[in-house]
């Protein structure tokens, strides 16, 4: 008895540690972690190294498996994007029913004609292969990068298609050993699954929801655990009242609380993250092990065989029959049926019906598990080692250079932020505060709730692929961190900082070093300014340059820093014609323009943030904030030095309008 209790504390030791490193290593070699995990299991399991020995476990293996599975599919739930789901809605549904049917009567097909098998295992294969799994998909998605459209149908195939196949399967499997009398009562007993799931996942995450957002009712640092605890019950209990219902249960009470605007859903997040980290890691590992790999081989070439129909024909055909008549062009098409890998929840059912098939005394359960096993090695293996390929080829991959970070939510940010957002940039905001993201987000803003000094937040708004960042907070000191932080992220990325009027000559310096520039062209006041528009007295505005008797400003000599292709400060003199914001003798917006805050250049079809490095010539124009409450100081200023109002509403300028949205967290 000690003996065996310590080769099951061994086990989940070593898989749980094994897990972890497989998926590090996978990102320094920048291959799917899933499929070192699969290579890792095999290896560690009885049938090589034998450290890992799953059936040491006994039924604690199936315990471990749904308290894994609870944490991995709330995470998911946590971060879908309902908005960005109810857009792709069409599609999504039509994959998780019309998808879902004939796959399973596809799987049902090549089981019973090119593997042989009854049809009573033969239907329970087909329900066991529904499921595409977000543990394996999402992964993918954030490493390949592909167009938000795209990985909005994935992503929420995989959560959705986990609960619809889940469940499908399990019915399947009670109908098969007679705890069903009929496919009537099957069906009876899916929907009131599914159904109980959703309420009782509702009213869980409404719960958790609730005690997140009342202020002191959790002490700080106890909302983690406290939420995790909660999901295992819910998940648990839901499966207690009616077996399987847990997995629903799971989803919606990770959506319900993944929308829910408080100070602790973002900590919560990032604390899912890392335990879904590690529960996927663990419980590949053990499955993997637990797979007989001579089950494997006995298969034979119908087994290959079966796989490729279901990767070629079967797939395709489900995502074809789903798709048609939908927005989704052929391109996207062709890459959704060609990632379909299967994931930990058809591996951990698959191992259930194992179980239970045995337990009754029915044949087909170990052939039935390898087979399922030897699914998900190829289709994870394929999709992760040609998924970044095919997207590529498609031209599916998000582009480069593309959008802006502003760091705050603050109301001067949201006001730069609309500008950019109104001339065709694609923008997402960073901020802490829950109420200001709120206020972004009614406003037409994509908000990241969160530190942005911490890796994970500034992960989710893909900093590689952005055009540059824009720190604007009122706190100097701050600004300066996250341009060294977004520097450490893009080499070639532009980097703004606003600096507080007065600020300290090291700020100056630091900015200097890191090839950023200074956002408005010189110093400003961000609290005043947030102060004038809480006041409801600034109002945005729209000038152009042209100089009275058509002549230009005296160039400026000096020279002046800007940024070379490699992001590094560079030397450039001002060309003939132009002036410099920043500079004393720039008639256009000098130093006696404090009354009026510069925001964007425009010119021709190119619209930038004003910085001390831009340059203003004839036909330019800028947009300004100014203060109503003191109007004449801030246009009398623009009109003597040549500016003239535009009275035109800001439209899509060019750059930036075919740079779609970037996928969060991809």
Known sequence: MHEHGNVAALTVAVAMAAGVIAQALGRHLNIPGIVLLLATGVLLGPEFASIVEPTSLGEALGALVGF??????????MSLDVRRIARRRGPIRSLVTVGALITTLGGTLCARYLLGWPWRTSVL???????????????????IRVKTSVATVLEAEGIFGDAVGATV????????????ASGIEGLASLTSR????????????????????????VPPGLENVLTFTLVMALYQSADWVVPESGIPAAIVAGIVVGHSRSPATKRLLEFKEQLTVMAIGTLFVLLAANVSLQSVQNLGTAGVVTVAVLVLVVRPLAVLVSTWGSSLNWRARVFIAWMGPRGIVAAAVASLFATQLSAYGLDGGQALESMVFLVI?????LAGLTGGLVARLLRLRQPTDCGWVVLGANPLARSLGRALQ??????VCIDTNTHEAELAEAEGLRVVLGNALLEDTLLETNPEMRAGFIALTTNTEVNVFFAEHARERSRRARILVALDSPSTDLADRKVAELGATVLFGRRHSAA??????EQGTAVVERWRYEPRGGSMPPPSRKLLPTMNATGEPAARRDEPGQCNVADADCPPLHQPCGKMLPLLQLRGRTALPVDDHVRFRKGDEVVVVLNEAEPDAGRGCLRRRGWIPVNEPLA????????PPMLPGA
């Open 422 to 427: 109104d001339t065709g940039h694609d923008v």
């Open 125 to 143: 294969f087909g329900t066991l292969i529904i499921v595409t799994g977000p543990t394996v998909i999402t992964p993918l998605l954030r490493r």
């Open 68 to 77: 894994a599975v609870a944490v991995i599919l709330f995470e998911g739930g």
């Open 652 to 659: 899509q300028m060019g750059q930036g309008v075919n740079c």
């Open 194 to 217: 599914l159904g109980l799931g959703a309420i009782w996942g509702l009213v869980g995450g409404l719960s958790m929801a609730w005690l997140l957002r009342v202020r002191k009712l």
């Open 377 to 381: 090695a190829v289709t994870v293996t």
């Open 169 to 180: 399967a399990v019915v399947a499997l009670e109908v098969a050993i007679g705890s069903a």
């Open 528 to 533: 005043r300014w947030n102060a004038v528009f």
